[in-house]
Nanobody, 126 residues
Framework: EVHIAESGGGTVQAGGSLRLSCAAF????????VGWFRQAPGKEREAVSC????????YYADSVKGRFSISSDGAKNTVYLQMISLKPEDTAIYYC???????????????????WGQGTQVTVSS
């Protein structure tokens, strides 16, 4: 059974960068689709970036295209979310989630994932 944990959140000024990590334990991420989601106060949880499998196709929300990048490190069994040019509206709790992969299908809805991390806070000040 896979377990995951996020890290890397923090507080940065607008225009700054952060890299979030989603480390997996108990199973290799090669068998899983991974999604990064975020939830701001009073808002629904939304997909930020997802990857169908370790080196598979990716999805980015329109609001983060060109600024966020998802990648994986098989040796570390970790998926990263590199975030640059951060904006105050990126402020949220960021969650990593996984589910068994289905070929090249990229799940983007929260209910499609069955394992979630505890979340990491990202705060972008103006």
């Amino acid at each position: 059974e896979v377990h995951i944990a996020e890290s890397g959140g923090g507080t940065v000024q607008a225009g700054g960068s952060l890299r979030l990590s989603c480390a997996a334990f108990g199973s290799s991420l090669v068998d899983y689709a991974v999604g990064w989601f975020r939830q701001a106060p009073g808002k629904e949880r939304e997909a930020v970036s997802c990857i169908a499998s370790r080196d598979g196709p990716t999805y980015y929300a329109d609001s983060v295209k060109g600024r966020f990048s998802i990648s994986s490190d098989g040796a570390k069994n970790t998926v990263y979310l590199q975030m640059i040019s951060l904006k105050p509206e990126d402020t949220a709790i960021y969650y990593c989630a996984v589910r068994r992969r289905q070929g090249s299908y990229i799940p983007t809805m929260p209910h499609e994932y069955d394992k979630w991390g505890q979340g990491t806070q990202v705060t972008v000040s103006s």
